[in-house]
């Protein structure tokens, strides 16, 4: 009997994913196990395992195709044997009105997947809160994507107004011919799918947290000069040495003081969630956008281990080979603009935590130590944080406490 694979719930608010390449084709014999798909979700790229021996059948997507959880992408089944007639064709991209049409004409086959309507996590997190069935709600948004307001609408019994048309499928990713508007020529750029989850995670943090940065500055005169002399003996032993694992540890010195900076905010159960693990994400430039890693439970290890971990993580983002599970659980994250240069910047609070470290530029400085004038290494360091629960003062006492640590490199010694 045929076996239609559904794109699986991987959880987290990820509702979609691509089809980025297909490992078989349809003929092909595949085992329990076997990677067939490689799917981009959330901010990874992922193999999808067959859960069943058996013959390609049928596969209902090509690459580059956007797949919903519910959807039929693949069938399973014996040689010579056909895949169920409600999966022969690939659901369509219909607009909510033609969708609407055809389901009040049409008998709903048993086995088809109902689309599943578009919308935010935090429209999503709206919704469950004003007891609003998202399937009985006429989009206006962009792509015919569902609002806050057509939400907020529906819940007072409202109209929503006429549906926003959805736009045409994405443009080739080949690079487009010029475009000549009033104003002078333009290209139009796909944008990709990493980039939309991207700009989907902002936008969603800066709706939901009420951001400050708190600015400091540090003297690591002392840590550099630590560094300078473990580094030769540490990269001996072909670890990729940074001065980024003395601050994961002077960060998690800080957070044990201070725990409610490593905390998450329950908004279904309106409780602070504490938490006493330090995994610890770290943000990395990649050239589709910024991925943010995971380093899990960095308190207990070493800071060679840490630096060995940074670098595999951020060769495997740059690459889209990291897993899910190694993106996800972050209880704090630090950013590292530091190489890039600038002064300071104010980093978006990666949700669903509750703060964000920005490590900026170290460069020589005057500064008055003893009394006298001397040349110093200086560093800013920002943290911004969520002030519907953390306060000013508390943001102000864990930066002094980091700022202590890392301008005195013995008492961080101490602390790991």
């Known amino acids: 009997m045929a076996f239609d694979f559904k794109f699986p719930d991987v959880g987290e608010g990820i509702h979609e994913g691509r089809i980025v390449e297909w490992l078989v084709k349809e003929g092909d014999a595949v085992a329990v196990d076997e990677p067939f798909v490689k799917v981009e979700t959330d901010k990874a790229v992922v193999d999808l395992p067959s859960p069943v021996a058996g013959v390609v059948l049928k596969l209902f997507f090509k690459a580059g195709d956007t797949i919903h959880v519910g959807d039929v992408i693949a069938a399973f089944g014996e040689k010579g044997e056909k895949p169920s007639a409600s999966n022969a064709k690939a659901p369509q991209a219909v607009s ?3 969708q609407r049409e055809a389901v009040t004409s049409t008998e709903p086959k048993p086995s088809a997947p ?13 919704a469950r809160k004003l007891g609003v069935d998202l399937s009985a709600v006429a989009p206006t948004g962009h792509h015919g994507r569902i609002t ?9 019994g409202g109209v929503s107004a006429k549906p926003a048309p959805i736009s045409a499928p994405p443009l080739s990713t080949a690079a487009p011919a010029p475009i000549i508007t009033g104003d002078g020529e333009v290209d139009r750029v796909s ?5 939309k989850v991207i700009a989907e995670a902002m936008a969603l943090s800066k709706r939901t947290a009420a951001h400050v940065t708190h600015v400091d500055e540090a003297d690591v005169t002392e840590l550099m000069e630590l560094y300078s002399k473990a580094k030769p003996a540490i990269e001996a032993d072909g670890v990729k040495f940074s001065i980024l694992p003395y601050f994961v540890k002077a960060a998690i010195a800080a957070l044990k003081s201070h725990p409610l900076l490593n905390s998450s905010y329950d908004e279904k159960n309106e409780q602070l969630i504490i938490k006493k693990f330090y995994n610890i994400g770290i943000a990395v430039d990649t050239p589709e956008g910024l991925v943010v890693p995971v380093v899990k439970n960095a308190d207990r290890k070493e800071m060679t281990e840490i630096a060995r971990e940074v670098s595999d993580l951020a060769a495997r983002a740059r690459e889209r080979k990291l897993g899910l599970e190694e ?3 972050a209880s704090f994250t630090i950013t590292n603009i530091g190489p890039i240069g600038g002064l300071f910047a104010t980093p978006i609070i990666h949700q669903p935590e509750m703060a964000i470290l920005g490590l900026h530029t170290i460069k020589e400085r005057p500064a008055v130590v003893g009394g006298q ?8 360091l920002s943290v911004s944080f969520d002030h519907r629960f953390v306060d000013g003062a508390e943001a102000a006492r864990f930066m002094a406490d980091l700022v202590r640590l890392v301008e005195n490199p013995f008492l961080l010694m101490a602390k790991i």
């Open 148 to 156: 806050d307001d057509d939400v907020e609408r529906s819940a007072r």
């Open 114 to 126: 109902a689309a599943r309507p578009l919308a935010t996590p935090h429209t999503r997190a709206l």
């Open 191 to 195: 944008v990709s799918h990493l980039r």
């Open 96 to 98: 909510p009105a033609n």
């Open 373 to 380: 004038i001397a040349i110093r290494k200086i560093m800013y």
């Open 327 to 329: 993106i996800r659980g």
